[in-house]
Structures are given as structure tokens and as C-alpha cells.
């Protein structure tokens, strides 16, 4: 067993500092008032729970769109100056999705933004991708999102990272854990990741799994999917191909290691 999955396993996390894209940032997880909360927000009130009174401090860096590139370029030397317990790090989906993308250099990239988080956090936490099986249009995309996932294995194993295995992780398999749109997480799906994140660092066991829904007769499941990828998925697709939307946040919500 490595050093640094002892230390995860034996230190009470009193900072956390969270990387990545959209799915760190919160996007589908919106208050009345549109701020993002998502999953890391969740697991940094769990973590500041079971700390108090003692002052638990918490960083969101993550901003939605972003490559591994970005990420590594604009957020990973921040970790540096915070010096948090504990930092999470997913990218790579954005990438991945991109036409002629490769895998191997993707999670190359991976790896270098490890090596240098474990150098400057007590613990790094990681996520691979989903499991697109249910998804149109994005489950032919399955194999290289699978192959992609075996790296990330292979990536924390070699460094000692703690893992949330979001393609066997059954409790947002359920329709209620996604948007509308498919492409992002619901509150519900936050919530569960955020669970299931807690439980990877030992603060507890996840908690209300969700069972499948009946299958949709196939004319009628058709008919959605086609409705999706046109209101859904093509504007999505076009907004990444030509660049951001002109209303895209670009700066993180919570860029400071603040007590939470």
C-alpha cells in the first residue's frame, strides 16, 4: 500500500480543493437563483460536518468546458499555493468527446497532472468516466470512454489516488440522477456521486441506490432520443466544435481556500 493512500485512509481532511469541468462545478445541480452547487460542493459539507466546530476550508476551481489542457494549464499550479489535505481531479471528458481525440495522449496528460498534485495535496481523489450505454449518440463513443476509465484505474494505482468509479457506480444509472439534457448530472445524480465520494474517503457508506426504471417501448424511446439530440445534444455539440457560448462562466465560483 502506497504512503499516500495510508495518509488518505488515516487524516481527518480539514481542506479540500476540487479541478475539472462542468461536472465538478455543479452544472445541472442550480439553487432557485441559478448558482451551481454539484457534488463537490455536497462532499465539502459532509467533510465540514463531521469536522466542526473545528474551521473546514474549501476551493472550487472548476470551470465548466474546459480540456485537460486548460485544466492542467489554469488550475493544477494553484494546488501548489493551497497546499490543501485533499484535491480532486476530473478532466478528460471534454476531450474525449472531441472527434479524433486519442485516448493514450489524454490520459498522458492525466498522469502529469497527478504527479504534480501528489506533491503538493495530502490525498488526490479521482473519477472516471460514466458509462454511456443508455445514452444515443454518445454510447458509440462506449469503448473509448471505457478505455479511458481502465487508465485512470491504472494512473491511481500507480500513485496512490483514491478512486469513485462512476462506470460501475448503479445509483446514476437511474434517469432521475441526469438533466434534461443528458450530458450533465441532475441534483439527485450529485447528490448520489457525492455519497458515493464520501464513502471512497471512509466518512461512510453510500445510501439510496436507485433501481432501474421499466424500459420504454422502443418507437417511444426512439422518438426521445431523436427530440433530445436535436433540442439537446447538436446545439451542444456545435458550441464546442465552434468554441464557448458567449454566456459561459469562465471564472471559477469558489477560486479561494475559504472556511466553508
Known amino acids: 500500500m502506497s504512503e499516500k493512500r495510508s495518509v488518505l485512509d488515516r487524516a481527518s481532511i480539514g481542506s479540500f480543493v476540487a479541478l475539472g469541468d462542468s461536472f465538478t462545478e455543479g452544472l445541472g445541480d442550480?439553487?432557485?437563483?441559478?448558482?451551481?452547487?454539484?457534488?463537490?460542493?455536497?462532499?465539502?459539507?459532509?467533510?465540514?460536518?463531521?469536522r466542526s466546530p473545528v474551521p473546514f476550508r474549501y476551493a472550487n476551481l472548476a470551470v465548466r468546458g474546459r480540456v485537460?489542457?486548460?485544466?492542467i494549464e489554469e488550475q493544477v499550479p494553484r494546488v501548489a499555493e493551497l497546499a490543501p489535505d485533499l484535491v480532486s481531479f476530473c478532466a478528460g471528458g471534454n476531450d474525449i468527446l472531441r472527434l479524433g481525440s486519442s485516448v493514450d495522449r489524454i490520459a498522458d496528460r492525466f498522469e502529469e497532472a497527478i504527479a504534480e498534485l501528489s506533491a503538493s495535496a495530502n490525498a488526490v481523489l479521482v473519477f472516471t468516466g460514466f458509462d454511456p450505454r443508455d445514452t444515443p449518440v454518445l454510447r458509440r463513443l462506449r469503448g473509448k470512454i471505457a478505455t479511458y476509465t481502465a487508465h485512470i484505474h491504472a494512473i491511481a494505482d500507480r500513485h496512490?489516488?483514491?478512486?469513485?468509479?462512476?462506470?460501475?457506480?448503479?445509483?446514476?444509472?437511474?434517469?432521475?440522477?441526469?438533466?434534461?439534457?443528458r450530458l450533465h448530472l441532475s441534483s439527485e445524480g450529485h447528490r448520489q456521486?457525492?455519497?458515493?465520494?464520501a464513502e471512497v474517503l471512509g466518512l461512510g457508506p453510500a445510501r439510496n441506490a436507485r433501481a432501474s426504471d421499466v424500459p420504454q417501448p422502443p418507437v417511444r424511446q426512439?422518438?426521445?432520443?431523436?427530440?433530445?439530440?436535436?433540442?439537446?445534444?447538436?446545439?451542444?455539440?456545435?458550441?464546442?466544435?465552434?468554441?464557448?457560448?458567449?454566456?459561459?462562466?469562465?471564472?471559477?465560483?469558489?477560486?479561494g481556500l475559504l472556511p466553508l
Open 68 to 71: 485537460i489542457d486548460e485544466i
Open 222 to 255: 426512439q422518438l426521445q432520443d431523436l427530440r433530445w439530440a436535436k433540442e439537446h445534444f447538436l446545439p451542444w455539440l456545435g458550441q464546442h466544435l465552434l468554441g464557448r457560448a458567449p454566456d459561459e462562466v469562465l471564472e471559477p465560483k469558489r477560486p
Open 160 to 181: 496512490g489516488c483514491a478512486v469513485v468509479d462512476l462506470w460501475s457506480l448503479k445509483s446514476i444509472q437511474h434517469p432521475s440522477a441526469w438533466s434534461e439534457d
Open 30 to 50: 442550480e439553487t432557485s437563483d441559478g448558482m451551481c452547487v454539484g457534488w463537490a460542493d455536497r462532499l465539502a459539507d459532509l467533510m465540514a460536518r463531521r
Open 193 to 197: 456521486v457525492a455519497l458515493r465520494a
